[in-house]
Nanobody
Framework: VELVESGGASLQAGGSLTLSCAIT????????FGWFRQVPGKEREEAVA????????SYAHFVAGRATISKDDVQNILYLQLNGLKSEDTARYIC?????????????????WGKGTQVTVSP
């Protein structure tokens, strides 16, 4: 599975954006997709948001109420909409996929990673 992200941008606090992740060669054994983020010099955080094969979504506390994860199963694209952006949201956002439908919010349960797209939020 290849994951190719796009949509990263530089914008001011309070703004919104939608990230996209094109999923090539989709597979039925992939049960969970998600978005992670990483700041240079820091460990990759637990998932920002995940969505399982049933469409059930979950969010990290730091984006709860500001993020929406969705997946277009026809075009095989994963999305992450972020609203009310804060400077602390600045990071490289990385698309992920895994076989584990329950614990895929954990870095160690991810089986496939994209290369990421940069989001920079200025105060």
């Amino acid at each position: 599975v290849e994951l190719v992200e796009s949509g990263g941008a530089s914008l001011q606090a309070g703004g919104s954006l939608t990230l996209s992740c094109a999923i090539t060669t989709p597979r039925t054994d992939i049960k969970c997709f998600g978005w992670f983020r990483q700041v240079p010099g820091k460990e990759r955080e637990e998932a920002v948001a995940t969505i399982d094969s049933e469409g059930s979504a979950s969010y990290a506390h730091f984006v709860a109420g500001r993020a929406t994860i969705s997946k277009d199963d026809v075009q095989n694209i994963l999305y992450l909409q972020l609203n009310g952006l804060k400077s602390e949201d600045t990071a490289r956002y990385i698309c992920a996929a895994g076989y584990d439908p329950v614990y895929c919010y954990r870095r160690e349960r991810v089986n496939f990673w994209g290369k990421g797209t940069q989001v920079t939020v200025s105060p």
